[in-house]
């Protein structure tokens, strides 16, 4: 490589002289100019307006640079290493060079401000416009992450949802229809961008060619809300494509925290860092994971991105407590939350969860999601979906689940939440205590709430409660009331949701039979508070003209049900308890009642 100390008079020789270094001729007109275009020499304002290149001039004719290191590299990917930028250079208007028959590109690297060192923010481009009515902030509700093979959906209609966040590093070319599919959907939605290459936690420092790369696009897209990972990636310049665990040290959080600032820096905008899932612990570790990441947010300002699903992974795999890890978290830094799926598996005897995002969110996630809302307020909530993806309606089917804790937590105020969910703060700080402990106090109405609403639980499901038995089934229905509470005090109807809560409640998950029960015991109790409808007789349709007849609906009685399954539900109905072939074969079953 060749390397020139430039001043603005002789900047256009000396590029090029760099590009006859290479073999290369510029266009005629190209070698007297003094406009340059990021470092590019051209003729005028409107040749650099029209020049190709991966940052065209947008929003300013030129640029003239007054001094500053300049250097003629081999390629692009040289110059992303020594934190420049490239402008591929095909000639005036676009036209390229040709020599000796063959077409050939010259990249020319920039420092991305000549006056500032590299890694700092880019002052020459500035933020591209973005229209006024483009949304930017990211409302408190459910979003879905957007991956690149739900694209069409979007792009062919206008799916129902609140806001969506992406990857960062899958948006980083400068054109493509990636990219371009991505700016129209800006147009329409609130995004959130999500970084997973920056390995904020690297000892090695960050890669501002990577920084100043993101900066552009977050210049680009105006996100409501930027997020990176507490962990690390990069190991002598080698990336491991991987979150790996840092130690919590008070090194490794000098470490962190000056990563943070750069990053922040450099975007002119406030991060969120993640809480890692993790799988080993560092013995050298000086404080736990949560007062890492509240020392962090203290120095640094940055917020919190809280994902709950990692939690529950972490908590699994290191044996500590999902609700006290919460606690020990800065609750008021919290500027959004993820859900997710994971996967265990077996090593050498073992079990391990896995953060895989390959599923749909289970119940304890949901459980602990409920629990950060109460303690952190109203955020943003973020399902994600990245392995082995749904169809777009299922993954807008749990960003409604979503939806529906965070609208429960709008309706349900602390001592209301503490009675029904089983978690008292911020209950405990409302309650005199007076002898006797506030938790003792409260817990006298969580008790009489719980006890009623299993009692109701029990009477519309006996089959279910006898084949559990009482303990497990009084298991389940805490469970149930925590996530779906009354919303009607009319409790003959409360419970109809119990068949899809069973389907994706972990605990008995090796009883697949059990939601097709509990559908049939509900469309049991279901008609005895059906309406009334008058009989049909024969009376009545001799009387029908030929015409009407002709032309007859019948709907059911309003107390009838057809509840179809792969299993012997009327025979699990009837089952003393439960053992093996009970379920086997499957059935139909047609549930009335009698006229009398």
């Avoid at 933020?127 to 509700?141: G, Q």
């Avoid at 390995?199 to 809300?225: I, N, Q, V």
């Avoid at 959004?336 to 896995?354: D, F, P, Q, S, T």
Wanted: proline letters at 8%; glycine letters at 8%.
């Amino acid at each position: 490589m060749i390397e020139k100390k430039l001043t603005a008079a002789t900047a256009a020789l000396a590029l090029a002289g760099a590009v006859a270094a290479t073999g290369l001729a510029l266009p005629p007109g190209a070698e007297a100019a003094e406009t340059k275009c990021y470092g590019v020499a051209k003729a005028g304002e409107n040749d650099c307006a029209n020049t190709a290149g991966t940052h065209s001039c947008a929003g300013q004719s030129s640029v003239d640079y007054h001094g500053g290191d300049w250097k003629a590299v081999e390629s692009a990917e040289d110059c992303m290493e020594m934190g420049g930028q490239t402008e591929p250079f095909e000639g005036v208007n676009e036209k390229k060079v040709d020599r000796a028959g063959e077409t050939a590109i010259m990249t020319v690297c920039a420092p991305t401000d000549p006056t500032v060192p590299p890694g700092t923010r880019d002052a020459t481009r500035g933020p591209a416009a973005v229209p006024a009515a483009v949304p930017t902030a990211v409302p408190t509700a459910a979003g879905i992450g957007l991956r690149p093979s739900h694209l069409p959906d979007f792009l062919h209609g206008a799916p129902e949802v609140a806001w969506l966040e992406v990857h960062a590093e899958n948006y980083l070319a400068a054109g493509g229809p990636r990219r371009r599919a991505l700016e129209r959907l800006r147009a329409d939605y609130p995004l959130s961008c999500h970084g997973v290459g920056l390995s904020l936690g690297s000892a090695e420092g960050l890669s501002t060619a990577h920084l100043t790369r993101l900066a552009a696009l977050y210049d680009a897209l105006e996100p409501g809300l930027i997020s990176e990972h507490v962990a690390w990636s990069v190991s002598q310049g080698s990336y491991l494509n991987d979150l790996l665990p840092l130690p919590y040290t008070e090194e490794a959080l000098a470490v962190l925290c000056r990563n943070i600032a750069q990053a922040q820096e450099v975007f002119g905008r406030r991060i969120l860092i993640e809480n890692p899932s993790s799988y080993l612990q560092f013995d050298a570790a000086e404080m736990d994971e949560p007062a890492f990441l509240a020392e962090a947010v203290r120095r640094s300002g940055c917020g919190l991105l809280l994902d709950v699903n990692n939690v529950v992974v972490s908590a699994a795999n290191h044996g500590f407590h999902p609700l006290a890890y919460l606690e020990a978290l800065p609750h008021a830094a919290v500027g959004e939350i993820h859900v997710a799926g994971h996967a265990a598996i077996e090593i050498e005897g073992h079990r391990l969860l896995i953060d895989d995002h390959g599923s749909r969110v289970p119940a304890a996630v949901w459980e602990l999601l409920r629990a950060a809302l109460a303690r952190c307020g109203p955020v943003p909530v973020l399902v994600e979906w990245d392995r082995a993806l749904p169809a777009l309606d299922v993954l807008l089917a749990e960003a409604a689940k979503a939806q529906t804790a965070l609208d429960s937590l709008a309706a349900a105020p602390p001592l209301s939440g503490a009675v029904l969910g089983g978690e008292p703060d911020p209950a405990l700080a409302h309650i005199a205590p007076r002898g006797l402990p506030a938790a003792l106090r409260l817990s006298v109405y969580r008790n009489n709430v719980l006890g009623s609403l299993t009692e109701v639980l029990a009477a519309a499901y006996p089959a279910l409660e006898r084949l559990l038995g009482a303990h497990n089934f009084g298991l389940l229905a805490r469970a149930f009331v925590a996530a779906q509470p009354p919303r009607r005090p009319q409790l003959s109807c409360y419970g109809a949701a119990l068949a899809d809560f069973l389907a994706d409640f972990p605990h008995t998950a090796g009883y697949p039979f059990l939601p097709d029960l509990a559908r049939l015991e509900w469309a049991r109790n279901a008609a005895l508070f059906a309406a009334d409808a008058p009989v049909l007789t024969g009376a009545v349709l001799q009387g029908l003209p030929a015409a009407r007849l002709a032309a007859l609906r019948l709907p059911w009685h309003p107390a009838t049900r057809l509840i179809e399954s792969a299993y012997a539900i009327d025979r699990l109905w009837r089952a003393p308890a439960l053992r093996r072939g009970v379920a086997a074969g499957a059935q139909s079953v047609l549930v009335t009642r009698s006229a009398t």
